[in-house]
T-cell receptor, first 113, second 117 residues
Framework: DTAVSQTPKYLVTQMGNDKSIKCEQNLGHDTMYWYKQDSKKFLKIMFSYNNKELIINETVPNRFSPKSPDKAHLNLHINSLELGDSAVYFC????????????FGPGTRLLVL | AQSVTQLGSHVSVSEGALVLLRCNYS??????LFWYVQYPNQGLQLLLK??????LVKGINGFEAEFKKSETSFHLTKPSAHMSDAAEYFCAVSLSSTNTGFQKLVFGTGTRLLVSP
């Protein structure tokens, strides 16, 4: 009965590879987010989708492409992985576009070698 | 632009002592403010949030925070620390676009709370 789930939990890959991270929420929320947490624990929003439409794109390299097949899912595809992409990626969801609580997934730890 | 500043990347307390984690915001309008906690190897969990209903906000696990407009602060406190409180704590402010109405959380740099026996 996990509210926000992510797969995989860990991802180790070589530079130049392409990888995807999946996120699913069963809270019935209509807004989903991707955050990146770097090695210093700094958290920054990357993307946000509301009802499957992109509403926030925070100057993220176009190697990162989010996709929302439906309101309950938000996936993140990363092309040509670079060393600097190593981080923890968190998915989150909330209801509506106002100042509502965001619920976070457990994170995907990506290590690019 | 709105942002938050967390003073002190690490705070150490003894079990049973008062916990005080500092957060200051910069905003020209009353903001929505949040405190989230991150336990090791886990995602973030909401502790409490300020949405202008009351200046003293009570959260989970005995934490509370007071919104002080005159000091532009939203410090997090707990009267008596437990070992289980050891975690990373993030203050965040919510940005809302007047055009689109979207919500974006801008996080502080986090404060690691260490609790010793």
């Amino acid at each position: 009965d996990t509210a926000v789930s992510q797969t995989p939990k860990y991802l180790v890959t070589q530079m130049g590879n392409d990888k995807s991270i999946k996120c699913e929420q069963n809270l019935g929320h209509d807004t989903m987010y991707w955050y990146k947490q770097d090695s210093k624990k700094f958290l920054k929003i990357m993307f946000s989708y509301n009802n499957k439409e992109l509403i926030i794109n925070e100057t993220v390299p176009n190697r990162f492409s989010p996709k929302s097949p439906d309101k309950a899912h938000l996936n993140l595809h990363i092309n040509s992985l670079e060393l600097g992409d190593s981080a923890v990626y968190f998915c989150a969801s909330s209801q509506g576009l106002t100042q509502e609580t965001q619920y976070f997934g457990p994170g995907t730890r990506l290590l690019v070698l | 632009a709105q942002s938050v500043t967390q003073l002190g990347s690490h705070v150490s307390v003894s079990e049973g002592a008062l916990v005080l984690l500092r957060c200051n915001y910069s905003s020209s309008v009353p903001p929505y403010l949040f405190w989230y906690v991150q336990y090791p190897n886990q995602g973030l969990q909401l502790l409490l949030k300020y949405t202008s209903a009351a200046t003293l906000v009570k959260g989970i696990n005995g934490f509370e925070a007071e919104f002080k407009k005159s000091e532009t602060s939203f410090h997090l406190t707990k009267p008596s620390a437990h070992m289980s409180d050891a975690a990373e704590y993030f203050c965040a402010v919510s940005l809302s676009s007047t055009n689109t109405g979207f919500q974006k959380l801008v996080f502080g740099t986090g404060t690691r709370l260490l609790v010793s026996p």
